[in-house]
């Protein structure tokens, strides 16, 4: 499977940007789908998945409530809405997928990530 990520760049605190990832390859449906980030300095972490089981939304504490993961399964694409920035969400973020039902994603068990997207600087201004 490969993953090609866009979206991302500069925003002010407070504001919004929407993170796209789109899937190619086989057995797509098997996968759950997710971001995890990684800020200078810090190591990569998990941030949102969507499991491929039921569709089920996961969110890390500090995104819950203003980060939004969605899917259209038609294209193949995975969306991550971000409202309301702080200064903190500044990362690269990184689209990626497991077979672990989103285990592996939210808790950034990153061995366990079968598949990786590029990352896509978000850049948020106080």
């Known amino acids: 499977v490969q993953l090609q990520a866009s979206g991302g760049g500069m925003a002010q605190s407070g504001g919004s940007l929407r993170l796209s990832c789109e899937a190619s390859?086989?057995?797509?449906?098997?996968?759950?789908i997710g971001w995890l980030r990684q800020a200078p300095g810090k190591e990569r972490e998990g941030v949102s998945c969507?499991?491929?089981?039921?569709?089920?939304?996961y969110y890390d504490d500090s995104v819950k409530g203003r980060f939004t993961i969605s899917r259209n399964n038609v294209r193949n694409t995975t969306f991550l809405q971000m409202n309301s920035l702080k200064p903190e969400d500044t990362a690269v973020y990184y689209c990626?997928?497991?077979?672990?039902?989103?285990?592996?994603?939210?808790?950034?068990?990153?061995?366990?990530?079968?598949?990786w997207g590029q990352g896509t600087q978000v850049t948020v201004s106080s």
């Open positions: 390859g086989s057995n797509l449906d098997y996968y759950s």
């Open positions: 969507i499991s491929s089981y039921d569709g089920k939304t």
């Open positions: 990626a997928i497991d077979s672990t039902l989103c285990l592996a994603i939210i808790a950034g068990r990153l061995q366990e990530i079968n598949s």
